[in-house]
């Protein structure tokens, strides 16, 4: 309960949902737009967060380059998935994309001697032989650099997760006004125009499959930045950040904010992190009745839940309109 | 000779499982257009009531069993009626009915692993006895799961085949707005659907927690991937298809494990073989092995 007044706390809450606001708004890209119903998101952020946390750790590569390297690994990824599976109709494409990323929490979770396995990034071979496997030396001092000058501002109170939060909803905001400047793009318009219909657009003699392919891409590229400070986020990794539950996070997110514009995305990601951070404070009756384990199946229960109430009562979303909404 | 039999007799009981579960899903889907992502943990609930009533209430395992069955269709027609009824009425598209069903698949999942904790459990049934056929071992249970599902399935296929309410289902899922018009009962359809969905989730559960010995309360979202996988495979909506998928899904991922082939793959990569199975067909037929033409959605 003490927790529940300090700052502290939700200041980390903060920083954790401009970390999912960025990976939502890499599904915004992909549904809002193409109308692309990809479920399979979170295996963008497995794929950049590793190869970089492999790259730095085991190769003795720059972080920064790392990054970029893991970034474009996503992009691959993404390229991948779309390439083989974008083709199919929409349902098909949903169960085949959850699977993409369940198969790369899979090779993740069994390849031991290369990625860590199930014990995470702290088990990646390091480069030279008993040092200790990080990936945030390079970080740290950036990230303490930035604490620094916070310190000015808010004296003691400035921490690690102050730093993290300005940097991490930073990047957000130069994300959305790109994407939003893309949304306004000839681009976005054909992709659009294929959420709504293949035929005629294919009449113009654009090719879909190439549009939707691009906006699968990027919206890759947006999940592969979401890893990179997940990864940071928390020093070290582990093959169960990556659950399916983490795409549907995203999703959720995505529908608080009515999907096919991006300007609620902020506000839903920061309601969405403190939905999220909240529960942990349920203590009160009826919850009292459970210990703090069983608590904690309760949270998800509750994200179910706002799913489903979502869903029925306002598809649209919380700041969506309801004549833009789009429910194919 | 003696690894290929033993290989092909996990993939026929494996294989079976697979596609009484998938029958489930397929079904569903080709009636109401849904995908239920929720069906995995209906697997999960119905081996844990199994447990429960076996274990806790020293019922006879067949009598569990089938209280299970019926829980699992109690359950299914709840939500009918509570929720995919209601989504139905405002028209709701395809990503408000996988968020639905995701929502419902979270709420299942931690309720099971609420009341029965993280702990592995196993049904008491003896899974010692076993049987050798031409070298190969083939435990008891696991024969008992291969010869009930595969009766399971004979009894659906012929329901669908025959009985009017399966012609009634077929109809409608070829073309609700014609079946209506034409006088089908859609919610008697739609209450059948759930009800063997319901049963068959559950018996799937039950027989999949037979043949691992042990399981969590992830043993269905586990399974989940591989059961999509053989839905799609034969052709998503199609319920002969779905059990085939099954059969060929099961058998494939047992092989890929055999030595004798380029000394087989790591068994904890089998779920991989699953997928990489189902997009080299969907790459080359992309409507599935049994499909006509893509469906567009």
Redesign the interface.
Same mark, same amino acid.
Not at chain 1, 303 to 308: A, E, K, T
Not at chain 2, 92 to 96: D, F, H, P
Not at chain 2, 294 to 297: F, H, N, S, V
């Given at each position: 309960m003490i927790a529940f007044i300090q700052p502290g706390f939700w200041v980390f809450v903060l920083a954790m949902a401009g970390i999912y606001g960025i990976f939502s708004l890499g599904l915004q890209v992909q549904?809002g737009v193409g109308g692309i119903?990809n479920?399979g998101h979170v295996g963008t952020m497995a794929l950049s967060s590793y190869t970089m946390a492999i790259l730095v750790i085991s190769y003795g590569v720059n972080f920064w380059i790392a990054s970029l390297c893991g970034v474009a690994v996503a992009a691959l990824g993404g390229a991948f998935l779309g390439l083989?599976?974008l083709?199919?109709?929409?349902?098909?494409f949903?169960?085949?994309s959850?699977?993409f990323s369940?198969?790369v929490r899979?090779?993740i979770f069994?390849s031991d001697g290369f990625t860590g396995g199930s014990q995470g990034s702290l088990n990646i071979p390091a480069k030279v032989e008993g040092d200790y496997p990080t990936y945030t030396n390079t970080w740290e001092p950036f990230i303490g650099w930035v604490k620094d000058r916070l310190a000015v501002i808010f004296g003691d109170n400035a921490d690690r997760d102050m730093a993290m939060a300005l940097i991490v909803w930073i990047t957000l905001g130069i994300l959305l006004i790109i994407v939003g400047r893309i949304e306004r793009m000839p681009w976005a318009r054909v992709l659009r125009a294929t959420r709504e219909d293949d035929d005629v657009p294919a009449a113009l003699g654009k090719n879909v499959f190439q549009f939707r392919l691009q906006a699968v891409i990027l919206g890759s590229v947006i999940g592969g930045i979401a890893g990179i400070y997940w990864a940071l986020q928390f020093s070290l990794l582990s093959p169960d950040d990556f659950l399916t539950?983490v795409t549907?996070y995203g999703?959720?997110i995505l529908?608080l904010s009515g999907a096919p514009k991006v300007k609620g995305l902020p506000i839903a990601a920061i309601f969405f992190g403190f939905l999220y951070g909240g529960t942990r404070f349920f203590t009160f009756w009826p919850f009292s009745i %459970?210990d703090s384990s069983?608590r904690a199946?309760?949270r998800?229960?509750i994200?179910?839940? *706002? &799913?489903?109430f %979502?869903?029925?009562k306002r598809?649209q979303g919380l700041f969506g309109k309801r004549e833009e909404m *789009? &429910?194919? | 000779m003696t690894d290929f039999i033993q290989l092909l007799f996990n993939g026929l009981v494996e294989g079976s499982i697979f596609g009484i579960a998938a029958l489930g899903i397929s079904l569903v889907?080709s009636v109401l257009r849904l995908?239920n992502f929720a069906a995995g943990d209906f697997l999960t609930l119905g081996a844990f009531t199994t447990f429960f009533f076996t274990t806790s209430i020293k019922f006879p395992f067949v009598v569990a069993v089938v209280i299970s069955m019926v829980l699992g269709v109690a359950l299914s027609l709840i939500l009918e009626f509570i929720?995919w009824r209601?989504?139905r009425k405002?028209r709701?598209?395809?990503?408000?009915l996988?968020?639905?069903a995701?929502?419902?698949?979270?709420?299942v999942?931690?309720?099971i692993?609420?009341l029965f904790g993280s702990d592995s459990r196993r049904f008491e049934i003896d899974q010692i006895k076993s049987f050798e056929f031409f070298g190969a071992i083939i435990p008891q249970a696991q024969l008992i799961v291969l010869v009930c599902s595969s009766i399971a399935i004979t009894a659906i296929a012929i329901f669908i085949k025959k009985a009017s309410i399966g012609k009634d289902m077929r109809a409608y899922s070829d073309n609700p707005s014609l079946a209506a018009v034409s006088g089908i009962n859609v919610n008697r359809v739609i209450i059948a659907t759930w009800i063997i969905s319901g049963t068959f989730g559950a018996l799937a559960g039950v027989f999949q927690g037979t043949v691992q010995g042990q399981f969590t309360n992830a043993m269905g979202l586990d399974l989940l991937?591989s059961i999509?996988?053989a839905?799609?495979l034969g052709t998503?909506g199609d319920a002969y298809g779905a059990l085939i998928g099954g059969f060929v899904l099961g058998i494939v991922m047992e092989l890929s494990t055999w030595d004798a082939l380029l000394g087989g793959i790591?068994s904890?990569?089998k779920?991989?073989v699953a997928?990489v199975v189902?997009?080299i067909v969907?790459?080359f037929k992309?409507e599935g092995i049994f499909g006509v033409k893509?469906?567009?959605?």
């Open positions: 549904y119903l479920f083989t599976t083709r199919l109709s929409g349902d098909y949903s169960i085949v959850i699977a369940e198969i899979y090779v069994n539950i549907f999703w959720m529908i %459970l069983q199946y309760i998800i229960m994200i179910g839940l *706002v &799913l489903i %979502l869903m029925l598809p *789009v &429910l194919e | 889907y995908v929720l209601k989504l405002i709701a598209g395809t990503l408000a996988f968020l639905v995701t929502g419902v698949a979270f709420i999942r931690q309720s692993a609420m991937l999509l996988a839905v799609v998503i790591p904890t990569y779920p991989v997928f189902l997009v969907l790459l992309p893509a469906r567009k959605i």
